[in-house]
């Protein structure tokens, strides 16, 4: 009884955090989305690294060695994530957002939940399965024509124009984030005077030092999140349950 009572009181010190606030932004990860049945990438015996090197399948060398090996592997992780539906968790955040109390969610995820859920400002910084690009004319394909593709033929997914190999429209291991997305998540960071990281170890930068600059800039931090992260020692509030029960106890705490 004493833990659900602490629990509950950490919940509404969130929610009285939030009412503070005049510049909230949300940090989320994987954890944020296993609720939706997508594993995240390095929990034992689930984690999607669990059996696979990331290296072999992931990096951007693979896709430009053998597409074809890369997509047998990428058109697999595509099919799993298409009919993934946001969960409590993402819908919490798009609430938030809504009733104004944070400006815009940070997402380090692929699978295009947070904007299925509602969220307007969302920067995702290892872009999305949404599309996939042509990385010789720039050509984008959304990615229900990539699935028929992949459907058709066993190999790579080429380009209707010019027959190059698509490449998935994320950010690959070996690769650089997008600049203008990184850049306006730093933005954030730098203004914001709370930031709740949700679902994230906040151990793969250079996303992971977002929190480093908001705290640095004298802003707050609240965790919402399973298992240790670097900011544990720095943060008001580290709410350690499953994120669905954490921010819906945190939405019940605001009214």
């Known amino acids: 009884m004493k833990a659900a009572a602490s629990n509950a009181a950490a919940a509404r010190r969130v929610a009285d955090l939030l009412r503070d606030s005049e510049r909230a932004v949300v940090l989320t990860g994987a954890g944020i989305s296993v609720p939706s ?9 689930t984690g999607l690294w669990e059996n696979v090197d990331p290296m072999e399948v992931a990096h951007i060398d693979a896709w430009r ?47 295009r939940l947070h904007r299925v859920a509602g969220t307007e400002r969302l920067i995702e910084v290892h872009g999305s399965i949404d599309q996939s690009v042509c990385m010789e004319c720039g050509g ?74 908001t705290h640095g800039g004298g802003g707050r931090l609240v965790l919402i999140t399973q298992g240790p992260t670097p900011f544990d020692g720095d943060a008001q509030v580290k709410l350690d349950g499953d994120v669905v029960t954490e921010l819906r106890a945190v939405l019940s705490a605001l009214g």
Request: proline share 7%.
């Open 65 to 111: 060695r053998d597409p074809d090996r890369f997509w047998s592997f990428y058109g697999q992780r595509f099919a799993t994530l298409t009919d993934k539906r946001p969960n409590e968790a993402h819908l919490a955040l798009a609430e938030l957002e809504r009733r104004g109390l944070v400006r815009a969610v940070i997402t380090q995820n692929i699978d």
């Open 37 to 45: 049945g997508i594993p995240d990438f390095r929990s034992r015996g």
């Open 140 to 213: 984008k394909v959304s990615i229900e024509r990539v699935l028929e593709l992949l459907a058709e033929d066993d190999g790579a997914p080429l380009c209707a124009a010019c027959a190059a190999p698509l490449k998935p429209d994320v950010v690959l291991f070996g690769e650089l984030l997008p600049e203008r997305a990184l850049a306006n998540a730093q933005e954030l960071a730098t203004g914001a005077d709370l930031m709740l990281c949700v679902g994230s170890s906040l151990e793969v930068y250079p996303v992971a030092g977002l929190p480093a600059i």
